[in-house]
């Protein structure tokens, strides 16, 4: 069992900057994936970005490559999203999660692989 939280989350305006992070509970965070997705009103819930257990390979959706970058502390237990340029579509709640997956760790971005999820945090981005 893992447990996660996100924070970070805010209202900015278009173009600006914010870092998301993603702290977990327990002693195997080296060997989770951690994908972050995100859910608009009104939409299904995305693949935004993860970062695989053991190698850290990343994988990003089109909407983000480039803008976005993931990256995990495992001595911390923290994985981060730091969010460049940010546009009024990526508004959303952004979530993070855990998976044990061998699908996970190469890049799937099939939420069921994901069984443990955080409460999410709100992103606003303003034109």
């Known amino acids: 069992q893992v447990q996660l939280v996100e924070s970070g989350g805010g209202l900015v305006q278009a173009g600006d900057s914010l870092r998301l992070s993603c702290a977990t509970s327990?002693?195997?965070?080296?060997?989770?994936?951690i994908g972050w997705f995100r859910q608009a009103p009104g939409k299904e819930r995305e693949f935004v970005a993860t970062?695989?257990?053991?190698?850290?390979?990343?994988y990003y959706a089109d909407s983000v490559k480039g803008r976005f970058t993931v990256s995990r502390d495992n001595a911390k237990n923290t994985v981060y999203l730091q969010m460049n340029s940010l546009k009024p579509e990526d508004t959303a709640l952004y979530y993070c999660?855990?998976?044990?997956?061998?699908?996970?760790?190469?890049?799937?971005?099939?939420?069921?692989?994901?069984?443990?999820w955080g409460q999410g945090t709100q992103v606003t981005v303003s034109s």
């Open positions: 999660a855990a998976s044990s997956s061998l699908f996970a760790s190469y890049g799937s971005s099939r939420t069921s692989l994901y069984p443990y």
């Open positions: 970062v695989s257990r053991n190698t850290g390979t990343t």
């Open positions: 327990g002693r195997t965070f080296s060997s989770y994936t």
